[in-house]
């Protein structure tokens, strides 16, 4: 079976998460993804969080399946004989420097372009064009800056970070997805592009329901936030603790034993109200006028989930979903990464994979969460720095084993 991407080659500068994540996924695909790193040094995340000493951590590892490794000293001479040539025979240059980096290599666009006019040329960083374009930026960073941090949380509590990578890994498919519109056009036109994602602009793509809310808000209070409607709105979208994004309410109830995560998201939508009275004893409120609408809840969102909870608090969080799915009831149990990352079911999809590494052992990472169906992904673990150096610069490269010496001669690899 031929992988999606096959026979497009990635010319890998990426580093931390953002740029990793994109590569693994083009890799995932079926891409021929070569990493360069520096001799001696590497990904910095090579040894940033070690659980074992002097093996790659699982930063890396997990970030950075199914690649080739080789060193090279960009900014060596030589070195950057080996990069021009790298550049002729890729079909995508990815990166995720600093901004500003590869043009003190000596390698802007236009140069890029000339070389391989026909090469894709995708960068991560942190701002667009504009005030703080020459920032560095790293993940909660971004949160704070697109919008995310300052709606997420309790009313009274501070501006918070969520744990999914939404700066990192949401940009770096951001760009996986320009990538893949750039190799498209690419057929037609023969020609290469520059795609650009900033950080900041995708956590504000990922976060487009709260600017559809700031601008509502300007007729009225947001009557399904947590702070209707007895608090305060300012001028801004407010934090909405656990309340639903979309149109119908809902929020994380406590379940039994009361453990840290023993809770369940539970949605109320109009087809579920009436089972879900029934389910919680209190089948009175179905038809009661105070009660009945979603219009006249709204008011009372919180007594409605405190009586859910009464009910919820005598389950467990899967007795709950297992009793109220069936009942056109949308709810979810709280799941920690421990339960996840030992669920049976996801690993037979593949979604949780055991890698074997032979510096580390086994470990678990989360594969690829993309199903091809002409196209299965294997996750195949990380390479070891340089691991494929002269094999890339041998077969993909063409250097003979006397060039090949040269060049490590002159530190370039
Ligand atoms: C992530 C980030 C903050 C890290 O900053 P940093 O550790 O200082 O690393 P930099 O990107 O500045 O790169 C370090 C230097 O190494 C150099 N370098 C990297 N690989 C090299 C190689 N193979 N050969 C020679 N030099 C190399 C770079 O050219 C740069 O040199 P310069 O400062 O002279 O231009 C920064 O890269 C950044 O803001 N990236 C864009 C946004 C982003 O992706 N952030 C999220 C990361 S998850």
Redo the contacts with the bound molecule.
């Keep these: 079976m031929s992988k999606a991407l096959e026979g497009v080659r990635i010319l890998d ?8 994540t994109c590569t693994q996924l083009l890799a995932w695909f079926g891409a021929d993804v070569i990493k ?4 001696g ?1 590497g990904d ?1 995340t090579r040894g940033q969080l070690r659980d074992i000493p002097d093996v790659d951590s699982l930063y890396f590892t997990m970030l950075n399946h199914n690649k080739r490794s080789i ?6 001479e030589k ?1 950057k004989e080996v990069f021009e040539r790298l550049l002729r025979c890729c079909d995508v240059l990815v990166e ?7 043009d ?2 000596g390698f802007p666009w236009e140069k890029i372009h000339e070389i391989n006019p026909g090469i894709i040329y995708a ?4 701002f667009g064009k504009g005030p703080y374009q020459d ?5 909660n ?2 949160q704070c800056t697109g919008g995310s941090a300052s709606t997420t949380g309790f009313d009274d509590g501070p501006p918070t970070v969520t744990g999914a ?1 939404i ?2 890994t949401g ?2 498919l951001h760009l996986a997805i320009g990538i893949l519109a750039a190799l498209v056009h690419r057929q037609s036109t023969g020609l290469g592009q520059r795609v650009e994602c900033a ?1 900041q602009d995708g956590v504000m793509n990922l976060c487009r329901v709260k600017f559809r809310d700031q601008q509502r808000l300007q007729h009225g209070p947001l009557t399904e936030y947590p702070q209707y409607p007895n608090g305060e709105f300012g001028s801004s979208v407010p934090r909405s603790g656990n309340a639903s994004g979309g149109g119908q309410p809902g929020w994380a109830v406590k379940t039994k034993p009361g453990g840290p995560n023993d809770y369940v998201y539970v949605i109320i939508q109009p087809p579920g109200w009436a089972h879900l009275m029934r389910v919680i004893g209190r089948e009175e409120l179905i038809d009661d006028p105070e009660w009945s609408t979603p219009q006249v809840r709204l008011p009372k969102l919180d007594q409605c989930f405190a009586m859910i909870e009464e009910w919820t608090k005598t389950k467990t969080k899967f007795e709950v979903m297992e009793t109220l799915n069936p009942l056109n009831v949308p709810c979810g149990p709280i799941l920690s990464i421990e339960e996840l990352i030992n669920e049976e079911a996801l690993m037979k999809t593949g979604t949780v994979v055991e890698v074997d590494h032979p510096e580390r052992g086994k470990y678990r990472t989360v594969g690829n969460p993309i199903k091809l169906s002409n196209s299965p992904t294997e996750v195949i673990r990380s390479p070891l720095l340089g691991e494929h150096t002269d094999e890339v610069l041998t077969d993909v490269l063409g250097y003979n084993e006397s060039e090949i010496e040269t060049l490590r001669e002159a530190g370039a690899v």
């Design positions: 500068m990426t580093h931390v998460q953002s740029g990793p360069v790193e520096r001799a040094v910095a060193t090279l000293d960009t900014k060596n070195g995720n420097f600093a901004p500003g980096a590869l003190r290599m960068s991560v960083k942190g920032c560095k930026v790293y993940e960073v971004a990578q700066g990192d940009t770096g950080m």
